[in-house]
């Protein structure tokens, strides 16, 4: 698939299969239920361009009510935009003409999707300081303290070279996560809904306290992308990295850093909390029928809904979003580039250093397993997702 430039439109229900029926009473049974299936995600046509990324734009203001789909067909029902030409067109202009400069932009990423790269990359070619949630990576200033982005808003994300790089003049790509992203997570905790999602892709931990910072703040967001057989097999050589630091060799020696090493993780995983996963009302019979034969199911299952929520996310807050695909990087890596530099209002000041490319993990799943995890990734998300997700589905 190419660059598309993908207007949002109609709301629709992002899986229609999984209906909670046992959710009757009570008030959080009932948001989690809504929220569960992902709800209200608006349907979006593609129009092809050339280089694997698409540009969301801000949602009508006409929308429909909601309507089911299964199968990734979506609904014919109700008002859809006409496809914007450009990024900077009126309708993709920040929802709040008054927010203060620079502006953030989030950087959202499921976890070992190439976020590293990307906030690299921005700060060296534009020599401009990039932000983040998390305190932790941010450079301290001479007082020792976090610096943030805007003075008065000392709850949110922190500079992370405040001492080495000036401030962007327009927008500042700032990196989240978000939630939605634990390992070995049992099926109640591992369910998000749209305002947890929210809430998590604004908190951050600011010298061990944890901080939130207002919505407002945030005037547009660029959604990054990786195949998720290579981005979950990067999740499991993380975990490796954590025993290693721990010196778990009874750990390393099970699990160690082979196709036989992760499938046997997976194993694992798959089996932690079998009696949860049987008895979740979270899980549906067409849910548990697509989780079987795929390995590290869960994780297929928070990647999926991750981008799900994430789409969502972005079209509630109404902010222009560029979404892109890691591997555009190694594709047509100066036309991505160019693509982030014009989105960020950026000007490049220095030289790129040659890209190389993340690693492949194609060995480390049989056909028949990725068939089957790309139907559960399917089964799970609505039509718009997987125009964006189906590229991995070979």
């Given at each position: 698939m190419g660059d598309q430039l993908l207007p949002q439109s109609t709301q629709s229900k992002s899986r229609g299969s999984i209906v909670l029926s046992s959710?009757?009473?009570?008030?959080?049974?009932?948001?989690?239920?809504?929220?569960?299936t992902n709800q209200c995600s608006e349907v979006f046509k593609n129009q092809p361009d050339s280089v694997g990324m698409s540009v969301v734009s801000s949602p009508d203001s006409t929308h429909s009510s909601l309507h089911k789909h299964k199968n990734g067909k979506p609904s014919e029902t109700g008002a859809k935009t006409d496809v914007q030409a450009n990024v900077?067109?009126?309708?993709?202009?920040?929802?709040?003409?008054?927010?203060?400069?620079?502006?953030?932009?989030?950087?959202?990423s499921f976890p070992n999707s190439g976020t590293s790269y990307t906030m690299m990359m921005t700060q060296r070619l534009s020599d401009r300081t990039?932000?983040?949630?998390?305190?932790?990576?941010?450079?301290?200033?001479?007082?020792?303290?976090?610096?943030?982005?805007?003075?008065?808003?000392?709850?949110?994300?922190?500079?992370?070279?405040?001492?080495?790089?000036?401030?962007?003049?327009r927008?500042?790509?700032?990196?989240?996560?978000?939630?939605?992203?634990?390992?070995?997570?049992?099926?109640?905790?591992?369910v998000n809904t749209r305002r947890t999602f929210?809430?998590?892709?604004?908190?951050?931990?600011?010298?061990?306290i944890d901080m939130h910072y207002d919505e407002k703040l945030v005037q547009r967001a660029i959604h990054l992308i990786r195949d998720p057989f290579n981005n979950i097999v990067s999740r499991f050589h993380l975990q490796q990295h954590a025993h290693t630091k721990k010196g778990d060799n009874n750990w390393l020696k099970k699990y160690p850093s082979t196709p036989e090493g992760f499938q046997?993780?997976?194993?694992?995983?798959?089996?932690?909390?079998?009696?949860?996963?049987?008895?979740?009302?979270?899980?549906?019979?067409?849910?548990?029928?697509?989780?079987?034969?795929?390995?590290?199911?869960?994780?297929?299952?928070?990647?999926?809904?991750?981008?799900?929520?994430?789409?969502?996310?972005?079209?509630?807050?109404?902010?222009?979003?560029?979404?892109?695909?890691?591997?555009?990087?190694?594709?047509?890596?100066?036309?991505t580039i160019k693509k982030i530099f014009d989105f960020l209002e950026l000007e490049p000041e220095?030289?790129?250093?040659?890209?190389?490319?993340?690693?492949?993990?194609?060995?480390?799943?049989?056909?028949?397993?990725?068939?089957?995890?790309?139907?559960?990734?399917?089964?799970?998300?609505?039509?718009?997702?997987?125009?964006?997700?189906?590229?991995?589905?070979?």
């Open positions: 959710l009757i009473i009570g008030t959080s049974l009932i948001i989690a239920s809504y929220l569960l900077h067109t009126a309708a993709q202009t920040d929802p709040d003409p008054n927010a203060p400069w620079p502006r953030i932009a989030w950087l959202m990039a932000a983040s949630n998390y305190g932790a990576e941010c450079q301290l200033d001479e007082k020792d303290n976090l610096v943030p982005v805007h003075a008065d808003h000392p709850d949110g994300p922190c500079l992370l070279q405040p001492l080495k790089r000036k401030l962007p003049d927008y500042i790509i700032t990196k989240t996560h978000c939630t939605g992203y634990g390992t070995i997570q049992p099926p109640d905790k591992r929210l809430l998590g892709c604004l908190r951050g931990n600011h010298n061990g046997n993780w997976c194993t694992f995983m798959n089996n932690s909390n079998k009696n949860e996963e049987n008895d979740s009302r979270f899980i549906d019979d067409d849910l548990r029928n697509a989780q079987k034969g795929v390995p590290c199911f869960a994780e297929f299952f928070e990647y999926a809904q991750w981008h799900q929520l994430a789409l969502d996310t972005t079209r509630d807050l109404k902010i222009p979003t560029l979404v892109m695909h890691y591997e555009n990087f190694e594709t047509d890596h100066n036309r220095g030289e790129e250093k040659e890209f190389i490319a993340g690693k492949s993990y194609d060995e480390y799943f049989t056909k028949t397993q990725r068939a089957k995890a790309m139907n559960l990734i399917k089964e799970f998300v609505n039509p718009d997702t997987w125009e964006l997700l189906e590229r991995y589905d070979v």
